[in-house]
């Protein structure tokens, strides 16, 4: 007699509780700029003609908009237009001047708001950008991590730097980002807690929901494979296992 098992590899959850609010407010700060760019690879050729670089990033492109790397935007196909994926935060000026840079050298309009015809950014918006500055911004969010060393993998992973390390609490730096999981007990999720000078989200929020993809693939496959060995030692034999289009996996036991 064979049984079907289903296990979910893909899980529902996301890695902060609250995704949908917290993306609604993510995306409220979102700031696009479309282009006339045919593709990634013109507006990569483009781009690095103007004197600004074009660097790959967790699985997107990204430019910095000033010499010394302190703020950038990412690149984004929307619908098949190449859009600058910036933050209402960024700096207006850098902005501007990077527009100046890339039309003057290509001669004609390349940027534009959704529905106009052109970019306008006045005096008085660099100004206001400008006084908005905090000196302090603050968030806490909860998570679903659990496994603290799993959780600290996919941290070095990419580069983040832990500084401080214990099982209910883990410090560490991402560019202009203080990250804070803490715990009360070790059977809990981890809190994270952000602090920061900028109100700028968008760029720790990218990098968030790269380690949730990674912490959720790890921690999938640390089940399957405790699931797997569990069928073994209980004498069952697997006679088929088939991925379906959510990512889940369905295992055929044979249990006698």
Not at 14 to 32: A, H, N, P, T, V
Not at 218 to 234: D, F, N, P, S, V
């Amino acid at each position: 007699m064979g049984v079907m098992l289903g296990l979910p590899l893909a899980l529902a959850m996301r890695g902060i509780m609250g995704k949908e609010k917290f993306e609604q407010w993510i995306e409220s700060k979102d700031y696009l700029l479309y282009t006339t760019f045919d593709s990634m690879e013109e507006m990569r050729r483009d781009i690095e003609a103007s004197g600004y670089d074009v660097t790959e990033w967790y699985g997107s492109l990204k430019t910095h908009l000033t010499q010394n790397k302190s703020s950038y935007f990412v690149w984004k196909d929307i619908d098949g237009k190449i859009v600058a994926r910036m933050s209402v935060y960024d700096d207006k000026a850098a902005i501007k001047e990077f527009i100046e840079a890339v039309e003057g050298r290509a001669k004609k309009k390349i940027f534009y708001e959704d529905g106009k015809d052109s970019v306008n950014i006045s005096a008085e918006e660099i100004q206001q950008a400008a006084e908005s500055v905090t000196d302090l911004y603050y968030e806490e969010y909860p998570t679903i991590y659990v496994d603290v060393q799993l959780l600290c993998d996919i941290i070095e992973r990419y580069q983040i730097e832990i500084l401080t390390y214990s099982e209910d609490e883990i410090k560490c730096r991402y560019e202009n980002y203080d990250m804070i999981f803490s715990r009360q007990k070790g059977e809990e999720p981890f809190n994270l807690e952000i602090n920061s000078s900028s109100k700028n989200m968008r760029h720790l929020h990218d990098c968030i929901d790269c380690l949730n993809e990674d912490y959720y693939a790890a921690l999938q496959e640390k089940t399957y494979i405790g699931i797997r060995k569990k069928i073994m030692e209980e004498g069952f034999e697997i006679e088929e296992e088939q991925v379906m289009e959510d990512n889940s996996i369905v295992m055929m036991i044979s249990v006698g």
